[in-house]
């Protein structure tokens, strides 16, 4: 995965995906930013997320299609293969389900900074973490 | 008598007879002889490993002898058990110390059990010897009985007429098998009431109605005198003392049983003055090398016809053998049944015969419902009592008999809710399951002390409720109520996000009429919702409505598959399982599947459904693939989502020569009427032509079997993980009424079953199994089979080609896209090595160390 480090010069690192009117809300989409795929979701209270595509616990770039949810306050994202739980504020592995993700990922997924401007959508690749 | 004493070999034990009480002594003494003190022999007559003998009847339903068989097989080959099977024992040698069987063998014993049961007793009738007669014991007996009656049935080309001699528990049952086995049945009772030893004449009377409403005459107070021939030598008619008469083809003797003790005799026991063999409270008999258990053994001055006290003793005996001290402390005699589908439960001091004793009686002719208590002379104390025609407060009333009612013991008289039935603590002592002789206190421990946190685990830690179930519904209460106690909460919540269970939910979603999973979640839970309630809302409103996976806001509710309706494989790609109803597919339609997955580079494998499956469509790929299926007439299938899956089907009557049934064209019906059909779990059929069921039926869901006069129909079979044999819901019935039950029978499963919960277990599960989902989807107990009806039509009427249905929608299609910004480009993480002519995903190695890589575009090159 290529990380672009944004270093404190005030070059613009965000780049356009979509427009609003391309996303139905609670239904994940993937974006291909560089080479790094995304999943983008717009919740039905209007709020975005994005986070990696890519699964650790399968090893599969398929967060996009997961189902969306929430656990207490926490919005969530659960991996369409195995069904981890995931934080999409945080990026958080809530629920491994019993299972380790596999060799060399860690558990967490990467959340991107994402906005709006002007009905665009912009996601954010050197703010990951 | 300790281990250490003789450290090399075990001690023998021979058990004469391989009845219930043998099986129950045999698993008793496996279960408790940890130091393996002991060696068992069982000697049987039957040919048969041990059955449940109490479900006899429940043969003409269509169990097969096997299912009837008791416990766990293992049992059988455990080191220190052996079972020889008729191997009828001829002589006991109580000074050698050995037992002969009929073949000759000699086995040498420590102990030697005497479990050699009854045998039906036939008054002396003249007539009594000619073909066409009966008796009502043995799994023998029954299927020589079966035989006869479907001969004759053939052979006259009209209903047999069956009379069955004796109007106690035992005639009703077999007066029920006739009827079963589509003969009219006359019961005729000498006595002047139906079950006498049990019911009161009250009792008997209400009884009597209820069975002649089910079309069995009842003839009381008749003897009969001789069993005259016909023409050909078979039965033929009943003479009457009092000179009547009645025609008969065959006839059941159910006119009681007597112990077999002739071994017991012939060795020179100590023999009880009706029989039986005597045994002590310790069972036993006038030889200390001997016990007796079971009905042979005549305990307390009595031989008790009854499995429940058999088992206790079978207990006791094991106990003592291993140095216990445990003694007999006398028959319960209660008994609840179900004949012919009538209630009947007698218990305690059911006639009333404590000085002093108070008889409280409520009785609806109208309904068919006679109940009575018997109480202390004060109303407090209950001593016994019998319900006939509703017996849903035995399981509770029968473990009080001694303790106080409390309250106004009418509330357990009237129809349930009339008044509040008083609220009373079972004492702990109170034996609530009486085939297994299980206390409330040992139920309370099974959760306070053993940490069973539900029923499964009560059951098969103390054993209550796995005998005749009667007892079930209060060890239910008393579990819940140990839980509640222990704080421990009992939720049959769906998530954190829904206090529902799924059943509750699908009613709730039915009568509320939301449509939306947002309204559905607003009015009835709260949160977001998450990967487990949003797929079951979206099941039940595709049960319900039959929209579209993808309509409206429900693509988002979609489990992994059915969001869009393929199966996502291990590396995120798609498998494709084209429609092939029952298995048949023309060659074209073969050669194009092939072409796809050349064109696509898929690789494809024959599943175990009967269809082909390639593997390895890319998101982005799946609407073109459609495209080419639904232009040549085909479809796709799910092979995902809890729905229809395949109806395996043989090949039938058409090209078979054994097929009596044409079960290609019924399997191609069936998948066609039921495909696309959103249910709980996943649905599997199967469709044999005939016995022989080449088309494995009874391991599905619905299994269909076709007979000379139709098919049968077999419900809650499963293959995976707990395999279940499909269980006879209907019998030769005709195609219309094929649909006509599978349409109710899953309708109902899908309105009531529990979130993925399959067939099988649903219908063990739901209170009163297949019989009461019998008389629900058969013979409308509930009276909504007219709805269950519509419901289905519906479905039937509304079925779209749901991939077709995408390829129409622009805004459907838009999320086949790999990637929202460049909707065409493969996903770059995926990688593929070849194997065998195809390829298959790389595995996490290969990705890091192989340069020979296929990527996959370079494969799917379409012209
Ligand atoms: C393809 C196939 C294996 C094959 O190569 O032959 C298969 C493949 C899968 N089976 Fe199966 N089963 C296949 C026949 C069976 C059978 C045999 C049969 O149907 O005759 C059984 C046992 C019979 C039964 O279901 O009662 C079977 C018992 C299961 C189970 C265990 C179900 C259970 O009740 O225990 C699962 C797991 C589940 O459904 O929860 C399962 C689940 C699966 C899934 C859906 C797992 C998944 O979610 O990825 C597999 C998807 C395959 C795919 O991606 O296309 N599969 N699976 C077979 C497809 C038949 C078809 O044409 O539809
Ligand atoms: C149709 C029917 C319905 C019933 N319903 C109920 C009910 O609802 N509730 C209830 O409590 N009870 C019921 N009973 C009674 C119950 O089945 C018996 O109480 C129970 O089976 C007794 O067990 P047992 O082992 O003593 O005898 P059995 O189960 O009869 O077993 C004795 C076995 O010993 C064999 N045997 C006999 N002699 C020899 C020999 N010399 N050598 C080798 N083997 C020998 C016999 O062949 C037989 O298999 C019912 C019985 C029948 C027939
Ligand atoms: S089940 Fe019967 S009809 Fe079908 S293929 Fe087998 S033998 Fe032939
Ligand atoms: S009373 Fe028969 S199983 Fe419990």
Known sequence: MTTLHASDQRIETRVRVCHMDQLTPELGVAALVGDTQVALFLLSDGRLFAVQNFDPFSNASVMSRGITGSKGDIPTIASPIYKQVFSLATGQCLATMDKDPQEGNPADLVTYPVTQDNGQVYIDLAGGE | ???????????????????????????????????????????????????????????????????????????????????????????????????????????????????????????????????????????????????????????????????????????????????????????????????????DVGGGAALGRLVENLGVTVKVNTATQSIKPNKTGRVGRLVFADGGEQLADVVVFATGVRPRDELGREAGLQIGERGGIVVDDACLTSDAAISAIGEVACIQGACIGLIAPGNTMAEIAVDRLLGGTSEFPGADTAAKLKLLGVDVASFGDAHGTTPGALELVYADPVAGVYKKLVLTDDARTLLGGVLVGDASSYASLRPMVGSELGGDPAGWLLPEGAIERPNVELPDAANVCSCNNVTAGTIRGAVTEHECTDIAAVKACTKAGTSCGSCLPLVKKLVGSELEKAGIEISNALCEHFEFSRAQLFDAIQVSELRTFSEIIERFGKGRGCDVCK??????????????????????LQDTND????????????????????GEILPEHLILIGQIAKDYGLYTKITGGQRLDL????????????????????????????????????????????????????????????RGLRSPHKLKMGVSGCARECAEARGKDVGIIATDNGWNVYVGGNGGFTPVHAQLLVEDVDDDMVFKVIDRYLMFYIRTADRLQRTAPWQQDYEGGLDAIREIVVNDSLGICADLDAHMERHVDTYEDEWAAVLRDPERLRQFSSFINAPETPDPTLAYMPERGQRRPATAEERENSPVLIASPTLEVRS
């Open chain 2, 1 to 199: 008598m300790s281990a250490a004493s003789n450290p090399t070999s075990p001690k023998q034990i021979v058990v004469v007879g391989g009845g219930m009480v043998a099986h129950r002594f045999t698993e008793a003494m496996r279960a408790r002889d940890t130091d393996g003190e002991f060696a068992v022999t069982v000697l049987a007559e039957e040919p048969r490993r041990p059955y449940d003998r109490v479900a006899l009847t429940s043969y003409f339903t269509g169990r097969h002898p096997e299912d009837l068989e008791l416990g766990d097989r293992d049992l059988w080959d455990h080191p220190l058990v052996t079972l020889h099977r008729d191997a009828r024992v001829v002589e006991v040698d109580r000074e050698l110390r050995t037992v002969t069987d009929k073949h000759g063998k000699t086995y040498p014993y420590d102990h030697l059990v005497m479990a050699t049961g009854s045998y039906a007793w036939t008054p002396p009738t003249e007539g009594a010897d000619l073909p066409g007669v009966f008796v009502y014991r043995t799994i023998d007996d029954v299927a020589a009985l079966r035989i006869y009656v479907e001969e004759r049935a053939k052979e006259e080309g009209r209903p047999v007429r069956g009379a069955v001699i004796g109007g106690g528990l035992l005639g009703l049952e077999a007066a029920g098998a006739l009827q079963e086995l589509g003969a009219s049945s006359t019961v005729i009772q000498f006595n002047d009431r139906l079950m006498n030893l049990q019911v």
């Open chain 2, 615 to 674: 593997f390895g469509a890319r998101l982005e790929q799946l609407p073109e693939i459609w495209t080419r299926l639904v232009e040549a007439g085909m479809e796709s299938g799910q092979a995902y989502g809890k729905s229809l899956r395949t109806v395996k089907s043989c090949v039938g009557s058409t090209w078979c020569r054994y097929g009596v049934q044409d079960s290609t064209t019924m399997a191609i019906a069936l998948e066609l009427r039921y």
């Open chain 2, 535 to 556: 797929p079951t809302i979206g099941s039940v409103l595709a049960s319900l409505h039959n929209e579209h996976v993808l309509a409206q806001d429900r693509a988002a």
């Open chain 2, 563 to 582: 969001r869009v309706m393929a199966n996502m494989q291990k590396d995120g790609t798609y498998s494709v399982v084209p429609r092939v109803p029952g």
